[in-house]
């Protein structure tokens, strides 16, 4: 059985890095064809697409967010991390993990963490 | 980047109708396309991938077809159940993008 869960501050103060957590169980990250992504949602807004890591290291981010997120795995660990450095109120969302397989979409997805950028 | 576009933005219909969801893609995606639904407080949830691979467990009143650039989701009768936002995703290439989905209600 797959499962994801996010974990990290629900609370960040502008300009502050935000580092979220995905750990995962059910599969490895050392497997062939095996990627994590991190959607995110802003309330009441449509989702959006950060970042993705495969078992073969290849990383993808959205490159509207202009180099503020880093995508890394520990494959012993089962978890993969981002980081988005220079929070701004409009990154407030929840943000999700999720799991695929390469020449699919995103199949198994934890439930969400909210976080607010808020002074 | 390619651009999903999805309409309608909202849908009111009855129990039992037919409902389709158009989403187009703003260049050629194949056959790279999934959809998803999504219910208020919970994380998406797949329905089909490679645009009209129906995912193990969804009902079969849920379908999609075609390729390119324009897609469609179909339920066949909707239920009180399928109440929800769908969104479709394309991931042909990077960055991956999704529609702004669609709201579904009933009438």
């Known amino acids: 059985q797959i499962t994801l869960k996010e974990s990290g501050p629900t609370l960040v103060k502008p300009t502050q890095t935000l580092t979220l957590t995905c750990t995962f169980s059910g599969f490895s990250l050392s497997t062939a064809g095996v990627g994590v992504a991190w959607i995110r949602q802003p309330p009441g807004k449509a989702l959006e697409w950060l970042a993705v890591?495969?078992?073969?290291?290849?990383?993808h981010n959205t490159p509207s967010l202009k180099n503020r997120l880093t995508i890394t795995k520990d494959t012993s660990k089962n978890q993969v991390v981002l980081t988005m450095t220079n929070m701004d109120p409009v990154d407030t969302a929840t943000y999700f993990c999720?799991?695929?397989?390469?020449?699919?979409?995103?199949?198994?997805w934890g439930q969400g963490i909210l976080v607010t950028v808020s002074s | 980047d390619i651009q999903m576009t999805q309409s309608p933005s909202t849908l009111s219909a009855s129990v039992g109708d037919r409902v389709t969801i158009t989403c187009r893609a703003s260049q050629s995606i194949e056959n790279w396309l999934a959809w998803y639904q999504q219910k208020p407080g919970k994380a998406p949830n797949v329905l089909i991938q490679k645009a009209s691979s129906l995912e193990s467990g969804v009902p079969s009143r849920f379908s999609g077809s075609g390729s390119g650039t324009e897609f469609t989701l179909s339920i066949s009768s909707l239920q009180t159940d399928d109440i929800a936002t769908y969104y479709c995703?394309?991931?042909?290439?990077?960055?991956?993008?999704f529609g702004q989905g669609t709201k579904v209600e009933i009438k």
């Open positions: 890591t495969h078992w073969n290291d290849a990383n």
């Open positions: 995703q394309q991931y042909h290439s990077y960055p991956w993008t």
């Open positions: 999720a799991h695929r397989l390469v020449w699919m979409g995103l199949n198994y």
